[in-house]
């Protein structure tokens, strides 16, 4: 196995590398050098791929140590917004005043179209997320499987590409430009089949309306009360942030419960629920909650209004 040139002497600050790889062995020859490289400058490493790729690296890094930690990206990161805050941030936050190696795969084949543009927004916005970070991060992407599509928003949103001929700048790292490009109206995804206007006065009603849906729709208990404290969530903000109120339609589709708000405020932050607030903070955590709750969360926003749509699976356990 020849290693790629993702090692090296630490660097201070943010280093965040887009890893194409075709095959096995590319896969470990990027990886692998990665972490033992880490180790050798006493640097914790998490390693966050889908399940398959996660055992082949473990099994080529070798013995146990507790400076590794391996996370199925599969579970952790299957809404793409849950990422950042509860995967990344909390490793380093982890382990606060240290430089820490990540390898994150948030992308794989497999996954679903509505899902793509929030992974390509999610590794986007790792580089304003960690700019002030002491981290390197690798992210592996399967070239050999992966549409052109989501290969090019990799190079948009990594300035550093990596791959069997080497190390280089990349020519078309935009992301600020990704992040734009990818809030646009969310695409129609099934007939809503109720709808509930909400204000102050009637936020009770949110959860009563939603949770009748959910029992509908046959979702587990321990979901139903994942979407009950999520869907209040949303409809205290628009209270709070919008002008009083918004409007919630509940659909169901083959694989979800699906529930969106509507409000006239405008989330002018691409990061709002994407990192966690500090213990001492006041208020910002809504959203972040959010994105730890759902197994998908979509965001259109403008200055003419919000619409968030939630996705919880009827087929699952709890999360």
């Not at 590319?26 to 640097?43: C, I, M, N, S, Y």
């Not at 509930?196 to 936020?203: A, I, M």
């Not at 932050?269 to 903070?281: F, I, K, M, N, V």
Request: charge should be negative; aromatic fraction near 6%; hydrophobic fraction near 40%.
């Amino acid at each position: 196995m020849t290693p790629i040139g993702t090692t090296g002497p630490p660097a201070g600050g943010l280093v965040h590398e887009g890893l194409f790889y075709r095959d096995r062995e590319e896969l470990l020859a990027g990886t692998v050098p990665f972490v033992l490289d880490a180790l050798t400058h006493d640097e914790p490493v998490l390693v966050a791929t889908p399940a398959d790729r996660l055992g082949m690296i473990q099994a080529e890094v070798g013995a146990d140590d507790d400076r590794v930690r391996y996370v199925d990206m599969t579970q952790a990161g299957r809404n793409p917004g849950r990422i950042i805050p509860w995967v990344l941030q909390a490793f380093l936050d982890g382990h606060s005043g240290r430089r820490v190696r990540i390898i994150g795969e948030p992308v794989w084949p497999g996954r679903t179209e509505a899902e793509q543009p929030a992974c390509a927004q999610h590794e986007a916005l790792i580089n304003f997320a960690f700019a002030d970070r002491d981290v390197h991060i690798l992210c592996p992407y399967d070239a050999s499987r992966l549409s052109a599509g989501l290969l090019a928003d990799a190079c948009r949103t990594h300035p550093v590409l990596v791959d069997a001929v080497g190390r280089r700048p990349s020519p078309h790292f935009a992301p600020a430009q990704v992040v734009t490009e990818h809030n646009k109206p969310l695409a129609t995804a099934g007939e809503p089949v109720a709808l509930l206007r909400y204000d102050l006065n009637t936020l009770s009603d949110v959860r009563r309306f939603v949770t009748a849906h959910a029992r509908d729709a046959a979702l587990d208990p321990d979901r139903v009360a994942d979407l009950q404290i999520a869907v209040t969530e949303l409809a205290t903000n628009s209270i709070a942030h919008a002008s009083g109120g918004g409007l919630l339609h509940v659909w169901r589709t083959d694989e979800h419960l699906v529930c969106e708000f509507r409000d006239d405020g405008w989330l002018d932050d691409p990061l709002a629920g994407r990192l966690t607030p500090r213990h001492d903070g006041i208020g910002g955590r809504g959203l972040v909650i959010v994105h730890a709750l759902c197994d998908l969360v979509l965001v259109h926003s403008t200055p003419a209004g919000t619409t968030v749509r939630l996705h919880m699976r009827r087929d699952t356990g709890p999360a």
